[in-house]
């Protein structure tokens, strides 16, 4: 499956940096890595970020974790990982492994702070 979806990646949107969202966005960004690769150029670059919207420790025992109300930042991005460039101007791929809420992508792609 990944290695299908990165060559559809690189022929319509060919990223030059790749956010991935820990803890979840870390596997597949890596593992899309390995496939998002043209013959002769370098790695695409992974800039780890953290994003929480489970922060709360549930009280009673139970498998289920409730979302909280509001996304926080727990890691944010350190543009010295990828030379000291901002993000202006590059084609960017957020990568996450489940957005059940629809609200940590939203809040990461509004963030002004992305812009440095």
């Not at 409730?66 to 791929?93: N, Y």
């Amino acid at each position: 499956m990944c290695q299908g979806t990165a060559k559809r990646i690189l022929d319509e949107f060919n990223p030059n940096v790749m956010i991935a969202i820990g803890g979840g966005g870390f596997v597949p960004a890596r593992i899309l890595r390995t496939f998002l690769k043209r013959p002769g150029s370098k790695n695409i670059p992974i800039v780890a970020i953290g994003l929480s919207l489970y922060e709360d420790i549930p009280q009673k025992e139970g498998p289920e974790e409730e979302a909280g109300v509001a996304v926080i930042r727990t890691q944010w991005l350190d543009f010295s990982t990828i030379g000291g460039q901002d993000l202006i101007g590059k084609k960017i791929l957020i990568v996450d492994e489940v957005d059940d809420t629809r609200t940590v992508c939203p809040r990461l792609s509004g963030d002004t702070d992305l812009r440095h």
